[in-house]
Each structure stands twice: as C-alpha cells, then as structure tokens.
C-alpha cells in the first residue's frame, strides 16, 4: 500500500520560460491603455504564478512571472496598483468586456 508514501510537490505545466518579452509586452499594454490595473495570479498545478492586467474598458491580458514579488516590483516601477487576486477577485469590468466580446457578431473577412 502506498499510504505512508511522501506526496510530491504538484508541478507547474512545462512551457517556455518566463523571458523579457512578456514585462515588454505588459509594459507596452500599460503605456497604451488607461486605467491599468494588475492583479497576482497564484501558482497552480497547471500554470505558473501569472499577473494579469485590466484596462479601464475592461480590457485584459495576462503573461507569467517567475514570482508575486518580481510582479509586484515590475507594477511599483511603472506605478501600477497590484493586487492579489485571491484577496480581490477578478474585476467587474473584465468580466464585462468578456460578456460584450461573446456578444459581439462574428466578423467577416
């Protein structure tokens, strides 16, 4: 029986290493949108600590980082407010840009 056998750590999905490339594209979104801000997505099993940023529109994007505090040391030096999102859920405005975005006709080439 395998009761008393140590549990592994949960494993964050493989993929490309965080790079320089993602703070540049976050940095970009903040400089071209209005009302940035970001919000810490924790670790889990399946993807890596992640922060997401939300426009004031509701706009959003998201790119992974290696810890919370490299997150929060990024969002101090571009002056943008971060919070954990565990603590302060996801914003209304996002999910209202994700509801207009499902309504929105398809568009034709």
Request: glycine share 4%; aromatic share 10%.
């Amino acid at each position: 029986m395998a009761w008393f056998r140590r549990r592994q750590e949960p494993r964050a999905a493989a993929g490309r290493a965080v790079d320089r490339a993602d703070l540049e594209y976050l940095a970009e979104f903040v400089r071209t949108r209005r009302g940035v801000e970001a919000f810490i997505e924790p670790r889990t099993t399946v993807t890596e600590t992640t922060v997401l940023l939300v426009a004031h529109d509701g706009e959003w994007t998201r790119r992974r980082t290696e810890t919370p505090e490299i997150a929060r040391r990024w969002a101090h030096q571009l002056s943008v407010p971060i919070y954990d999102v565990r603590l302060m859920g996801y914003p209304q405005r996002m999910r209202d840009y994700n509801e207009r975005r499902k309504r929105r006709p398809a568009q034709e080439n």
